[in-house]
């Protein structure tokens, strides 16, 4: 398995197997990388190495989700409601009532189900799309 176009390339289609396995690679670098950043905050006092270090998994899982969406014959673009909107819901409800707080709640929780399902357990389209050809075909 070639990491760097997996991680990094928005171009073509990421069947499930590759999928779980290139976010299985990211999560395992991010902590690294956390963990490093942590012992870094905590023997300089720089903490905001560890709040760079958040960075990481957007940079990664943006071309792993657009690439798998792709694989549904979808365009990248839905990353922004999967990815974005959930994190403006929490920054939404973190300046409001506690009423509203828990609708943003209760939507982004919804939102994240919803891309949990769509990129991470239905079937990519059979046979080549608008995006590629069918990367389980042999």
């Not at 990211?26 to 709040?51: D, Y």
């Not at 990248?76 to 609708?103: H, K, M, N, Q, S």
Request: a positive charge.
């Amino acid at each position: 398995m070639d990491l760097i176009p997996i991680l990094f390339s928005i171009t073509g289609r990421l069947d499930r197997g590759r999928f779980w396995r290139a976010v299985l690679v990211s999560i395992c670098a991010w902590i690294l990388i956390f963990l490093v950043a942590a012992g870094i905050a905590f023997i300089f006092g720089a903490q905001r190495a560890v709040l760079n270090a958040g960075i990481l998994p957007l940079l990664v899982s943006t071309p792993i989700g657009i690439r798998r969406l792709h694989d549904r014959d979808k365009s990248g673009r839905w990353l922004v409601v999967f990815y974005g909107l959930p994190l403006l819901f929490g920054y939404i409800a973190d300046t409001t009532d506690i009423g509203v707080e828990f609708l943003l709640s209760l939507a982004s929780t919804a939102i994240a189900i919803w891309g949990f399902i769509e990129l991470g357990c239905l079937r990519g389209t059979e046979g080549p799309n608008r995006f590629g050809p069918d990367p389980l075909a042999s």
